[in-house]
Nanobody, 114 residues
């Protein structure tokens, strides 16, 4: 029933920008915390950014000042704006919803070339 669909990934040169979108269906997300995680090959899945139902945000130190998480509850969507991308940002990016249960998006690839 609950589904998170991510779009907006792709290949970009270092210094470029991308915006990821995560559209939820089967649930209204306005009351829940959401987050973006990423996982590079051979590494664990790590938190990138979180946003609460009150729009309070937190970021991993590696992306702070470059990435911005936001939400539009009217569109049932969470975004991740990524600026000044670096090769170390290359990973599969996952949208996460926590309601008491955890839901994940399918993962979307972001590749940053040097």
């Amino acid at each position: 029933q609950v589904q998170l669909v991510e779009t907006g990934g792709g290949l970009v040169q270092a210094g470029g920008s991308l915006r990821l979108s995560c559209v939820a269906s089967g649930i209204i997300i306005s009351d829940y915390e959401m987050a973006w995680f990423r996982q590079a090959p051979g590494k664990q899945r790590d938190m990138v950014a979180t946003i609460t139902s009150r729009h309070s945000t937190n970021y991993a130190s590696s992306v702070k000042a470059r990435f911005t998480i936001s939400r539009d509850n009217n569109k049932n969507t969470v975004y991740l704006q990524m600026n000044n991308l670096k090769p170390d940002d290359t990973a599969a990016y996952y949208c996460k919803l926590y309601t008491g249960n955890t839901y994940w998006g399918q993962g979307i690839q972001v590749t940053v070339s040097s």
